[in-house]
């Protein structure tokens, strides 16, 4: 299973390279996939590639089911 995730670009850098933000961890990734892109922007990051640009609120509701999931599934490893 292949998983592609929300994260907030926080820096642009040389040769189509960004750090983003990722749940409180950053990561240089490239964005030789995607136009366009400025601080703040939200990308579909897959294997240090970001792969499409996310409008603020889809990335807010995915992120939030992200966060949902985690939280269901710390409870079931207390039981």
Same mark, same amino acid.
């Given at each position: 299973?292949?998983?592609? $995730?929300?994260?907030?670009? %926080?820096?642009?850098? =040389?040769? =189509?390279? &960004? %750090? %983003?933000?990722?749940?409180?961890?950053?990561?240089? $990734?490239?964005? &030789?996939?995607? =136009?366009?892109? &400025?601080?703040?922007?939200?990308? $579909?990051?897959?294997?240090?590639? &970001?792969?499409?640009?996310?409008?603020? *609120?889809?990335?807010?509701?995915?992120?939030?089911?992200?966060? *949902?999931?985690?939280?269901?599934?710390?409870?079931?490893?207390?039981?």
């Amino acid at each position: 299973m292949c998983l592609a $995730i929300p994260a907030q670009v %926080v820096e642009l850098r =040389d040769g =189509d390279m &960004a %750090v %983003v933000d990722l749940a409180g961890v950053r990561k240089e $990734i490239s964005l &030789a996939l995607v =136009d366009h892109v &400025a601080p703040g922007d939200y990308v $579909i990051v897959h294997v240090g590639y &970001a792969l499409n640009k996310l409008d603020p *609120e889809e990335a807010a509701r995915t992120l939030a089911l992200f966060a *949902e999931l985690e939280q269901h599934q710390a409870g079931e490893t207390q039981h």
